[in-house]
């Protein structure tokens, strides 16, 4: 069965490091969306992405963030200057073009900020 | 702003019991998804509601949604061990583009 991934499980940086998490879509989705969840909160949007540009993105995703899908299967989610606040699970999910709509969600990247 | 609630938050119970988990949210919406996560790991998709009066079921797992009353519930039968994760009710929002608003989640711990 067709799932999303991501890389890596887990990383750790430091404060003010740029970091990159990868996801891999299904590959048949046409929309891809990132969210995180800080431990032991609710899962929380981040951007939705289509035709490669943002659809739409919520006050978390700041100029610190950016959203790219460089080669026609990988959508990366990139923060520029991490912070202790960006420690989180990040999930990518995708969906595709049926009424549905329904979302799938990656197994989800560990970011730790130290 | 859509707001999406659920309760209770945390909820333990023995093997054998039913219950029921409750979301309510703030604004119209006709689709509704509920997710288990364990422990630790990703979102699993366990119903899609899309319309007033939908009802699904697996195994012990009923879920309905009453898009007048802006309600959908999580009804748990015959509780077992294997139940035992977090549930989380999330609310669609289609505004050009769509996103999903979720609950603050519960956390269900069933005790043999």
């Known amino acids: 069965e067709p799932e999303v991934t991501q890389t890596p499980s887990h990383q750790v940086t430091q404060m003010g490091q740029e970091v990159i998490l990868r996801c891999v879509p299904i590959s048949n989705h046409l929309y891809f969306y990132w969210y995180r969840q800080i431990l032991g909160q609710k899962v929380e949007f981040l951007v939705s992405?289509?035709?490669?540009?943002?659809?739409?993105k919520s006050e978390i995703f700041d100029d610190q963030f950016s959203v790219e899908r460089p080669d026609g299967s990988n959508f990366t989610l990139k923060i520029r200057s991490t912070k202790l606040e960006d420690s989180a699970m990040y999930f990518c999910a995708s969906s595709g073009t049926s009424l549905v709509n329904e979302q799938f969600f990656g197994p989800g990247t560990r970011l730790t900020v130290l | 702003e859509l707001k999406v609630e659920q309760n209770p938050l945390f909820l333990s119970m023995q093997e054998g019991k039913n219950y029921t988990i409750y979301c309510n949210y703030s604004t119209t919406s006709d689709r509704l998804y509920w997710y288990r996560q364990d422990p630790g790991k990703s979102l699993e998709s366990l119903f899609v509601l899309l319309s007033n009066g939908a009802v699904k079921q697996e195994g012990r797992l009923m879920a309905s949604l009453d898009t007048k009353a802006r309600l959908s519930t999580l009804h748990i039968t015959a509780a077992v061990h294997d139940l035992s994760a977090t549930y989380f009710c999330a609310v669609d929002v289609y505004q050009g583009a769509q996103k999903l608003v979720f609950g603050q989640g519960t956390r269900l711990t069933i005790n043999p």
């Open positions: 992405f289509y035709n490669n540009e943002i659809s739409e």
